[in-house]
């Protein structure tokens, strides 16, 4: 016991120094980790600070527990003031695995704080060796690994050391892969472009590889055509007219890659199915082509090969086809010389199913479309194009254009017909005849069946005749020949008495003559009604009337003027008869404008009966005063002309006799 207690007097007179300056105290750390983690070591400075200047550093023991200078800190720290403080650490990566201890040292002055055991150190799985990637290459043209299309790629993890064991996590655009998890899951087999990590656990480490960019691929088989004049180029085709060459390209490789190319065509073997062979010496880039074929293009970049889709080559070929005029039907032969009313139909000898047309005029110095004539065949008249013009067809199949040789359309005029009177009718008299003469042609057909350029027209009704010019071309023109027939009225006959005043009464002209076929007085033999006289005693006269009508023709009618004697008039035995006036003319003159008997009446109440030509009573006064006009017993005038007039005084005739009206005197 004393000897125990003397040993224990002997530590604290050894360590009593120490302790009197102990000031890192309080050291904390985690209590595992992993070869290479970043750890935080927490501390403390005591009552009594250290000098100024002081570092803080942190130091590892070996799995031995034996400190001898692994300093771990990231960076020294330096303070000296008393309080709470943080450092970070590094495990070293290369610390074997295994159980170690970690304490906090000073630098002024120097010391070491308390010390923090069996801090368990954890191996850290080799991810960094990352996955090998099987049946895929790396691209340093694209800096990612690659596979062909079709194709699959294997990724392996990293081997465990023996007695070791590790569990897989894989992962493909940072999200974990279902199903793929595991002690058991050192491999992944990759079908699809995307990219991948693996996440390794050891023990209480794990450690993830860096994402690795794995892309499924075909090397590009894209056929381009090159355009050029004539030459048409869509995404699968390429079209020309025959004569021209034609290039295709494959696709340039770019930097770093090499690739091979082999062209190849189609065609159908017995089966009916389509068999690829390769097109001989064609190993370029570029493929030169002149005619219809279906063409490939295999390109081999050194790792995938691929096989475009067909690309077509149409060779179109040229629509050769003359142009001709071609007869109508029931025609004979054409003529590319037409008169202004007929046409012409020009052709293309060849009719090809897929082929356009497009006929053209020249006018105004250049060739013209004409709208809506894509027909093989165009109907030329006047109706199209007003005058001698040139004519082509312009054929299309495809990209070929073939423009035929010109046929020229000569336009014929008509013969421009006339007659020798300027009227557009002719006007005769009946008798009369013209001499109608057509003029502006060769030769005449008259619709009347007469030849020639001359007929006469005697006869009313329509003339036509046809003229024949150059080119036999025709024309027709027509006129009317219309005949004037004006009608003469004499007026009806007439029966007076001896001497009495007779009216004429003639009508249909514009124009009159009269006379007779004897001896006797006008008025006037110029007007249409003049009046004349009577013979003395009974006599029977013919009146002729000639008239002209408004057109100049002339006619002839006649009348008879039949004169009766008198009849006897036993009641008068003395001559009154020259005292009875034989004329009238109401006419309001004033001047003998009413029948006056005063000198036969002598004072007498008498009366007085009128009658006309056929003894019909046309008036009756009881009561005569003398003052008879000319008028019916309804006051209505009567015509001109002769009436009998019968005097009665108290019972007794007194005269009979004619009296004569008459109204319009000249």
Same mark, same amino acid.
Not at 102 to 118: C, I
Not at 224 to 231: A, L, R
């Given at each position: ?35 290479? &983690? ?21 130091? @590892? ?32 990566? $290369? ?32 991810? &960094? ?7 895929? %290459? ?20 990293? *081997? ?42 050891? /023990? ?31 995404? &699968? ?58 063409? %490939? ?40 010389? @037409? ?58 199949? /495809? ?69 024949? /010019?150059? $080119? ?83 006619? @002839? ?18 001559? @009154?008869?020259?005292?009875?006036? $034989? ?10 404008? *009413? ?28 009561? %005569? ?42």
């Amino acid at each position: 016991m004393k000897n125990y207690l003397r040993s224990l007097g002997w530590i604290a007179t050894f360590l009593l120094p120490f302790l009197s300056h102990a000031q890192i105290i309080g050291t904390t750390a985690p209590s595992q980790g992993c070869q290479c &983690d970043t750890i935080t070591v927490n501390f403390l400075v005591g009552a009594t600070p250290l000098n100024p200047g002081n570092q803080f550093t942190v130091e @590892i023991s070996n799995n031995a527990g034996v400190f001898s200078g692994n300093f771990i800190e990231i960076n020294p720290l330096t303070a000296f003031n008393t309080g709470a403080y943080q450092i970070g650490a590094i495990i070293p990566c $290369n610390l074997p695995q295994g159980a170690y201890s970690l304490r906090v040292n000073g630098s002024n002055p120097a010391q070491s704080g308390n010390v923090v055991d069996n801090i368990i150190i954890g191996k850290l799985p080799p991810a &960094d060796q990352g996955f090998s990637i099987e049946n895929g %290459y790396f691209s340093p043209a694209f800096n990612d690994w690659r596979f062909c299309d079709g194709d699959t790629v294997i990724l392996r993890a990293p *081997a465990p050391n023996l007695g070791e064991s590790f569990t897989y996590r894989w992962f493909e655009n940072g999200v974990m892969i279902p199903g793929q998890t595991g002690s058991g899951r050192d491999t992944l087999v990759v079908t699809e472009s995307g990219t991948f990590r693996l996440r390794l656990t050891l /023990g209480l480490c794990e450690a993830s590889t860096e994402d690795v960019l794995i892309n499924k691929y075909l090397p590009p088989t894209t056929i381009v055509g090159t355009p050029g004049p004539g030459i048409t180029v869509s995404a &699968d085709s390429i079209r020309f007219c025959e004569g021209t060459v034609g290039t295709l390209s494959g696709p340039n490789a770019i930097p770093g890659v090499t690739y091979s190319y082999q062209w190849l065509s189609d065609s159908i073997n017995l089966l009916g199915q389509t068999v690829l062979f390769p097109l001989v010496g064609d190993t370029l880039r570029t493929l030169a082509v002149d005619s219809n074929i279906r063409v %490939y293009l295999v390109v081999n970049d050194g790792f995938c090969v691929d096989t475009s889709d067909v690309f077509h080559v149409v060779v179109d070929t040229i629509p050769l086809s003359p142009v001709t005029a071609i007869p109508w039907p029931g025609r004979p032969s054409a003529s590319l010389s @037409i008169c202004e009313n007929d046409s012409v139909l020009l052709s293309a000898v060849n009719f090809v199913a897929g082929w356009d047309y497009q006929w053209q005029f020249f006018t105004v110095g250049s060739w013209t479309d004409i709208p809506n004539e894509t027909n093989p065949f165009i109907s030329v008249s006047t109706n199209l194009i007003p005058d001698t013009t040139s004519f082509r067809l312009v054929i299309t199949n /495809g990209s070929c254009e073939f423009v035929s040789d010109t046929l020229r359309v000569n336009i014929v005029p008509l013969p421009d017909l006339s007659f020798n009177i300027s009227d557009d009718t002719i006007r005769l008299c009946p008798g009369d005849s013209l001499l109608l003469v057509a003029q502006g042609a060769n030769t005449y057909t008259w619709n009347t069946g007469q030849t020639g350029p001359a007929i006469w027209v005697s006869q009313p009704g329509n003339y036509s005749v046809v003229g024949r /010019g150059t $080119n036999a071309c025709e024309s027709t023109i027509g006129i009317t020949a219309i005949f004037f027939n004006p009608v003469a009225n004499a007026g009806p006959d007439i029966t007076t008495f001896p001497d009495s005043t007779v009216q004429l009464n003639g009508s249909g002209g514009v124009a009159y003559f009269w006379s007779a076929n004897k001896p006797v007085f006008f008025s006037n033999p110029f007007i249409a009604n003049p009046f004349t006289i009577a013979s003395s005693k009974p006599d029977t006269v013919t009146y002729y009337l000639e008239i002209v009508g408004p057109n100049g023709c002339t006619d @002839i009618d006649s009348m008879i003027v039949i004169v009766q004697p008198l009849p006897e008039d036993p009641l008068l035995p003395h001559q @009154i008869a020259d005292r009875v006036p $034989n004329l009238i003319t109401p006419n309001g003159d004033g001047f003998n404008d *009413a029948l006056n008997l005063s000198e036969v009446m002598e004072g007498d109440n008498c009366s007085l009966t009128i009658l006309n030509r056929w003894g019909a009573e046309v008036f009756r006064s009881e009561n %005569y005063q003398n003052n008879w006009q000319g008028t019916n017993n309804g006051g209505a005038e009567l015509p001109d002309g002769v009436y009998y007039i019968i005097l009665d005084c108290n019972s007794e005739i007194r005269y009979k006799g004619a009296v004569t009206i008459l109204r319009n005197v000249q």
